[in-house]
């Protein structure tokens, strides 16, 4: 999930504008920062798993998602009553969070 929204609002801004009720009043930079934020930490999620290269950093990345998740609702969606996007943000939390849980039980 945060690699498909990452890539839509890295390289196709106009069609995030258009989707995402929050990207309409932000700049092209910050649209783009959100994304290449989004695609870093999908990736950052995936590839210690996959390579057993660095896997404490899939917990790091949860961990960073969780607070991306959580800044997206109470700075953006909240204040914006943008309360139908709310229920995809506390999903993706809990993704996060799962992650974050299950990989650290690991290295305990």
Not at 1 to 26: D, H, L, N
Not at 67 to 83: C, D, G, M, N, S
Request: hydrophobic share 55%.
């Amino acid at each position: 999930m945060y690699g498909m929204a990452g890539i839509m609002k890295t390289f196709q801004v106009s069609k995030a504008r258009e989707s995402i009720p929050w990207a309409r009043s932000c700049s092209d930079a910050f649209i783009r920062f959100v994304g290449i934020s989004e695609l870093l930490g999908a990736l950052a999620m995936l590839l210690p798993v996959l390579t057993s290269i660095l896997p404490w950093l899939t917990t790091v990345a949860a961990i960073s998602l969780s607070i991306i998740q959580v800044l997206a609702i109470f700075t953006e969606h909240l204040p914006r009553k943008e309360y139908q996007v709310i229920p995809m943000n506390v999903v993706l939390l809990a993704l996060s969070i799962f992650v974050v849980v299950g990989r650290w039980t690991l290295f305990l």
